[in-house]
């Protein structure tokens, strides 16, 4: 395949919210561009960018998958190109559950096209892939598809969409027909008409505007032509004379606008019936920047943002490093990095370091991924993204490049797990294979998180959301041939302290020949809340010696994972060892921290221990008329509403909710309001767990644990 420079490569974010139809988008633009031979739907099961067993069967995307096409601009108002353009979508999910899957890769995108549902508005994934684009700094377009539906409708869309996002949403066209009649859209830049055949080649036939339609098309033009030269003093004046602008310079100005954030624009779709496919890969080629016009790349010298800024121009002048935004793990070709060329041109064979790891890694075989299919070509610019097989340790959110240019690109925000489920194996086989397999899973998703509970012995999987968990499972046995059981989702309390206490550990033992002494007295005292585990060595004259003090810090932590109150993990705390004995023959390793667990225990006592509960950031989209059902329920689940918002004729209301109170939301919200609503939750922060709750909380967890060694047995 051939290689693109960076001029003409684009690389776009497919996001929205779920069902709004980004991938049957994606798939009638691959069919639009020729790179499908027919066109793929998602009901069949057959688009290019939903290939994933579950992803079929359940009618979503759960991932991001990549796919592209090759276009040279046609019809009117396209600068007439000899050379084509590659274009990269990158298919985000549209799910909630799912979103951070989306957040970590559209750091890949120059620009994101947001695709918005004609029928119900901006939705509350929509505010969330718009912020994404905002925290990565990307100019967006708006996308309204189903346009052919029943209840479709431009005039409310688009209201909704500047309500949202305010009044730089220009509309760059005008639809012809509604609901099952919409066959075509009136070209605002061009001022002509693009009609369309229902389920073609997605390639426009250009005729004159309808009669009915000249005034509303005229004054759309106008309002366009201002909102474009209203940031730049020369298209202004060039207005203000004529009275309009020529079509050249309002697409010149238009790009400005769009590249500089000014604009939003927004065009129309029916990507089930290949409708305004053509227009939208034109837009992309003529307005959207290319990865240079970003301007420069920057990281830092050391890994975790830390040492100097370092900068690198988008060129294929400058040293090479990639970024690895996304790992997947097939049983046949084993890890496959997807990533994008931040700066050099990086040539088949080539030898890269990785700098977050410190390891060399050697790219044969460069993909560039049409779905689940790599395509091989001998290099990529800087700017394009590609993928790569069997590296030996690389995995997301990897810097790598040229030994001598050492750069660490700063990864993707990933929230904390909302719902922790106690997953049980089948079968011994199962239990034996179960690590591996979600290894690998682990590799390719980071919003999950994998743990056994020390005590109970279960395995913990954490997760977005019970759909996320589900999955997860069904791509243990799909994929790995293991069968595990989910149990109830486990709330992850934590203990902490609220007061400072002062308390000596002392193990002695004597059993003939060496005997185990460790004396060692702690303070511990409470850090504010996120502030996890601190440990200070303030041992002066000796007392115990510096060899054995890293093994009082082990015994702390070990009992500190294990809990005092009900066995949750205690947080927030710091431990000051300042006084201890030791004995030159019976003193050890093991002595010392069985003292400093003691310790522990004893300085809880006099603490003030207490519960901690995670705090969740919760967000309910849903037609006004429940507003104050919504908001009654939260408040009743203990929730604290931090406010409300108007979206048209819909609300999104905010709140501050115990992830104890929300194990059952999604069926209670779905019952509450016929299924008209959605929400996303994200972890906030831990707080106190009121008396009585932690009461009950602490008594039901040690019923639980009945029958478990004691503390002092486990650290033995």
Same mark, same amino acid.
């Given at each position: ?44 099961? *057959? ?52 979103? *951070? %899957? ?32 905002? %925290? ?23 209201? $909704? ?55 509303? /098309? ?84 050391? /890994? ?80 394009? &993204?590609?993928?790569? /097989? ?20 700063? &990864? ?29 899973? &682990? ?77 060692? @007295?702690? @303070? ?6 996120? /502030? ?14 510096? *060899? ?8 702390? @932590? ?73 908001? !009654?329920? &939260?408040? $009743? ?5 931090? !406010? ?30 016929? !299924? ?41």
């Amino acid at each position: 395949m051939k290689s693109y420079t960076t001029q003409f490569l684009r690389n776009v974010g497919i996001a929205g919210h779920g069902d709004t139809g980004k991938t049957q988008l994606v798939s009638s633009l691959l069919y639009t561009a020729g790179m499908t031979p027919r066109l793929g739907k998602v009901a069949e099961g *057959n688009t290019v960018t939903d290939w994933d067993e579950e992803e079929i069967a359940r009618k979503i995307s759960i991932q991001t998958s990549l796919a592209f096409a090759e276009w040279a601009p046609s019809g009117p108002g396209s600068e007439k190109t000899p050379e084509k353009t590659k274009i990269n979508f990158l298919d985000t999910p549209g799910y909630s559950t799912f979103v *951070n %899957e989306t957040r970590a890769s559209l750091i890949a995108a120059d620009a994101t096209l947001i695709v918005v549902d004609a029928v119900a508005g901006v939705q509350v994934v929509t505010e969330k892939v718009w912020d994404y684009t905002t %925290e990565y700094d990307q100019p967006r377009a708006v996308v309204v598809n189903w346009m052919d539906r029943e209840l479709a409708s431009f005039e409310r869309a688009l209201k $909704s969409v500047q309500e949202a996002f305010g009044r730089a949403v220009v509309p760059l066209q005008l639809p012809i027909g509604a609901e099952k009649q919409f066959r075509g859209v009136v070209d605002l830049l061009s001022m002509k008409a693009l009609l369309y055949a229902p389920d073609g080649d997605g390639r426009a036939k250009v005729e004159e505007i309808p009669a009915e339609m000249a005034a509303a /098309a005229k004054e759309a033009h106008e309002t366009l032509v201002e909102m474009v030269a209203e940031g730049d003093d020369k298209l202004m004046e060039e207005f203000f004379e004529e009275g309009t602008l020529p079509l050249e310079d309002l697409k010149k100005g238009l790009r400005l606008a769009f590249q500089q954030r000014r604009l939003v624009p927004l065009v129309l779709s029916s990507a089930l019936h290949n409708i305004g496919s053509d227009a939208i890969l034109n837009l992309i080629v003529d307005v959207f920047p290319d990865p240079a016009a970003q301007g420069k790349a920057s990281g830092f010298k050391e /890994a975790g943002g830390k040492g100097n800024p370092v900068e690198r121009k988008i060129s294929d002048s400058e040293p090479l490093s990639i970024y690895v935004f996304k790992t997947l793990s097939d049983p046949f070709a084993g890890r496959i990095n997807y990533f994008k060329v931040m700066s050099g041109v990086l040539k088949n064979d080539a030898t890269l370091t990785d700098f977050t790891r410190g390891t060399s890694e050697r790219f044969q075989h460069l993909h560039v991924m049409q779905g689940k299919t790599g395509v091989e070509l001998a290099e990529l610019h800087s700017g394009d &993204l590609g993928a790569i /097989a069997k590296l030996k340790e690389t995995v997301t959110g990897d810097s790598l490049g040229d030994k001598g240019s050492p750069i660490h690109y700063p &990864l993707a925000h990933i929230p904390e797990p909302a719902i922790t489920f106690a997953i049980e194996p089948k079968t011994r086989a199962d239990e034996d294979r179960i690590g591996l397999g979600i290894h690998k899973i &682990l590799e390719e998703d980071l919003a999950l998180r994998f743990s056994r509970d020390p005590q109970t012995k279960e395995f913990l999987l954490a997760g977005s959301g019970q759909q996320h968990i589900e999955v997860v499972v069904a791509k243990l046995r799909k994929r790995f041939k293991v069968d595990v059981m989910l149990k109830p989702p486990k709330v992850p309390y934590r203990e902490t302290i609220r007061a400072k206490a002062d308390a000596e550990g002392k193990h002695k033992k004597q059993t003939g020949g060496h005997g185990q002494f460790g004396v060692c @007295r702690v @303070r511990i005292e409470p850090l504010p809340r996120g /502030a996890g585990f601190e440990f200070v060595d303030d041992i002066f004259g000796g007392s115990i010696p510096k *060899n054995y003090i890293p093994s009082v810090e082990k015994g702390i @932590r070990a009992a500190a994972d294990r809990g005092y109150l009900a066995g949750f993990p205690v947080v927030d705390f710091r431990a000051v060892l300042y006084d201890g004995k030791y004995h030159d023959v019976d003193s050890s390793d093991m002595a010392f921290k069985i003292a400093g667990s003691l310790a522990f225990k004893e300085g809880m006592k006099q603490a003030r221990p207490s519960l901690l509960e995670p705090i969740m950031h919760v967000e309910v989209y849903a037609p006004e008329q429940y507003s104050g059902d919504v908001m !009654g329920d &939260l408040s $009743s689940r203990r929730g604290r509403i931090s !406010g409300s918002e108007a979206r048209g004729v819909n609300v999104v209301v905010k709140a501050q909710v115990p992830f104890a109170e929300m194990l059952s939301y999604a069926t209670d919200l779905t019952s509450m309001t016929q !299924g008209r609503a959605s929400y996303t939750m994200e972890f906030s922060h831990y707080d106190f767990v009121p008396g009585e709750i932690a009461e009950k909380v602490i008594a039901h967890a040690k019923a639980e644990r009945q029958g478990q060694l004691t503390e002092d047995e486990e650290v033995a």
